[in-house]
T-cell receptor, first 112, second 113 residues
C-alpha cells in the first residue's frame, strides 16, 4: 500500500512532442504528490507538485493532472525539448512525517 | 547558496571494508534523509532524522548499516562490513520539517568489489 507505481519505464519522444508519464497509488493517506527530475550524475530535483484537492497544475510546459477517485496522477511535458531528457520520478507523501515514497522512475529521451 | 553537500562523490572499496559517507545539509533545514538508488530498486529511503533524532530507520537494510547525526550540520552513513550488493548511489537530502520539498545532494557513488 506504500508503493507508487509508475509507467512507462522509458519513453522516447520527438522534439516538439508531448511526453506523458503516469503514476498510481493505493494509500489514501497520501496528501502531496511531487515530481522530481534527475539528470545523469545529479541528484533528483523538484520539478512540480500537486495536492489532491486540485485536479490540474501547470507550470510552463509541465502539467500535472490528478484524478483523486482513480488514485492516479500524470505528468505532461508539452513541446518536449532535448534538454528535458532525464529520469522523472513521481512521489507521494503521507499526511504525517516526512516519508516520501518514490516511483521507480521513467527515463525520457527527447530526440532532436 | 550551498545545497546539500556529500562526500565522497565516488568511492571504490573492497568487500569487507568499512565505508563512511558524509553529508552536510542545507543550513536551517531540520530534516535529513539518506536514500539509496539502484537500477533494480529505484530510490529507497534508508533513514530520516528530524532535529538530529532518527525518526524512521525501517529502510536500513541490516545491521551492517548505521547512520548518525551528531549535530544539525553533519550526518554520516556507515557500512561495515561492505558487500558488493551495497554498490549503489547514496543520496543525502534535507528539508524543513514543515516544508514539502526535499533537496538532494549530488550523491555518493559507491562500488564494492
Amino acid at each position: 500500500q506504500q508503493q507508487v507505481k509508475q509507467s512507462p519505464q522509458s519513453l522516447i519522444v520527438q522534439k516538439g512532442g508531448i511526453s506523458i508519464i503516469n503514476c498510481a497509488y493505493e494509500n489514501t493517506a497520501f496528501d502531496y504528490f511531487p515530481w522530481y527530475q534527475q539528470f545523469p550524475g545529479k541528484g533528483p530535483a523538484l520539478l512540480i507538485a500537486i495536492r489532491p484537492d486540485v485536479s490540474e497544475k501547470k507550470e510552463g510546459r509541465f502539467t500535472i493532472s490528478f484524478n483523486k477517485s482513480a488514485k492516479q496522477f500524470s505528468l505532461h511535458i508539452m513541446d518536449s525539448q532535448p534538454g528535458d531528457s532525464a529520469t522523472y520520478f513521481c512521489a507521494a507523501r503521507q499526511n504525517y512525517g516526512q516519508n516520501f515514497v518514490f516511483g521507480p522512475g521513467t527515463r525520457l529521451s527527447v530526440l532532436p | 547558496d550551498a545545497g546539500v553537500i556529500q562526500s565522497p562523490r565516488h568511492e571504490v572499496t573492497e568487500m569487507g571494508q568499512e565505508v563512511t559517507l558524509r553529508c552536510k545539509p542545507i543550513s536551517g533545514h531540520n530534516s535529513l534523509f539518506w536514500y539509496r538508488q539502484t537500477m533494480m530498486r529505484g530510490l529507497e529511503l534508508l533513514i530520516y532524522f528530524n532535529n538530529n533524532v532518527p525518526i524512521d530507520d525501517s529502510g536500513m537494510p541490516e545491521d551492517r548499516f548505521s547512520a548518525k547525526m551528531p549535530n544539525a550540520s553533519f550526518s554520516t552513513l556507515k557500512i561495515q562490513p561492505s558487500e558488493p550488493r551495497d554498490s549503489a548511489v547514496y543520496f543525502c537530502a534535507s528539508s524543513l520539517a514543515s516544508g514539502n520539498t526535499i533537496y538532494f545532494g549530488e550523491g555518493s557513488w559507491l562500488t564494492v568489489v
